[in-house]
DNA sequence: ATAATCTATGAAGAGCCGTTCACTTTGTCA
DNA sequence: TGACAAAGTGAACGGCTCTTCATAGATTAT
């Protein structure tokens, strides 16, 4: 049973999340290549060879960070984007469920990023390719919605892919100004622009 | 005169830009730390001490090639929202210049993301301060345009930088898509998904 | 209390990589 | 042509970092 460990194990589990905990912030603040093992070490008050005992390398400790953030992350959007409501309540409840989620753990939400992002540039040696098929899935959901949205009129006819994608971009494109100006908006501000951007028209004109 | 720079000058920057090229090609395929100088120096048919006469290290080397590269394609989009045209039409050429820009510059495109949107989160101890100055002021350059658009009534009243960043992040979320998955799309139809998903309503019905 | 088992430790090993420099080759100019 | 300067070379050095392992300590079972 998953409830009736030994404490022994429960112990070890604990000292995990903490080395995990000590790695997110070195890893957020330098990178991954920049954070020598020893620093985490350090850090989580735990000497090297400890470190090996929990994970079996350097690379086992990157990826079990990487899982355990994005995972955490996208079941949060996910379950915004699962919860009952119209299509364009649950879009706007993505929306402000990931501008709250990111602004409360930035640490984590830079991690998220640069395995979102620039991890598609970049293939690091397969570092994240579960993290990066739990992120498509995410997308396919996002997909669906728009899809189901597109069939009952709600939303113009574009590739509902694209919509996805550009939904996606657009949000992180604020996410990632606030990262960098914590203090210019607020995320209501940033919820709202996104909203308006998107579900209303932008170019009042014709021509 | 920089038109009348000696053979040996002109040798020494065509080496330079030639070991720029080898740089960038291992560093868009595996990243910067994980590029070593011997590697450069074989791709580029120099010895590795042939490097150091033409950069000072290794970090030199990298910020030459990142600010290379950041300024070319800067300077491609600055321009096509300089050409004349009214703002709408500036915004759209803008569309359509990053994508055939990036389209046929991949390797280019992977390092110019990897530095104005992962270095973002990850300051990597100043590699990328000028090429990101410069990054900035072309989002000034659209945030004007914007504003312009704003006051003749040709766009909807919101915050012009919010506009900016979200015209930014949306066809970058495009382009990135397009980097994985190079078949799934074509650059046009990209463009217009773009024009189409910010210049027209999405959403059909009001509430 | 004692043995057995699991966990923690950190110094030492091994390999990699950036950088240097004494030397060779090539080019320039008188 | 010959001498001087600049460019090119790559083996060797030093530092850093991942990883291991013999030892010490803690916990549990007998």
Do not use: W
């Not at 112990?11 to 290549?33: D, W, Y």
């Not at 955490?72 to 990931?98: D, N, Q, V």
């Not at 189901?148 to 494109?173: H, V």
């Amino acid at each position: 049973m998953a409830a009736q460990l030994t404490r022994r194990e429960r112990e070890r589990q604990q000292h995990r999340r903490e080395v995990l905990e000590a790695a997110l912030n070195l890893f957020s603040r330098r990178g991954f290549e920049k954070t020598a093992m020893a620093e985490i070490a350090e850090q989580a008050e735990f000497a090297v060879g400890t470190l090996y005992k929990l994970f079996k390398d350097k690379n086992a400790l990157c990826r079990a960070l990487i899982l355990d953030t994005v995972q955490r992350f996208e079941r949060a959007l996910t379950a915004a984007l699962k919860a009952p409501g119209s299509e364009l309540e649950k879009l706007e409840r993505y929306i402000e469920t990931k501008a709250a989620l990111f602004l409360q753990h930035m640490p984590t939400a830079r991690l998220y990023f640069a395995q979102t992002a620039d991890a598609a540039f970049v293939p690091t040696a397969g570092l994240n390719e579960e993290a990066r098929a739990i992120h498509r899935e995410m997308l396919g959901l996002l997909e669906s919605i728009f899809r189901s949205g597109i069939r009952k009129k709600l939303f113009l006819n574009i590739d509902p892919r694209m919509l996805a994608l550009g939904l996606e971009g657009l949000t992180n494109a604020f996410l990632i100004e606030l990262l960098e100006r914590p203090h210019d908006f607020s995320a209501e501000t940033m919820a709202d622009s996104c909203k308006t951007i998107f579900f209303e028209r932008i170019h009042l004109k014709g021509e």
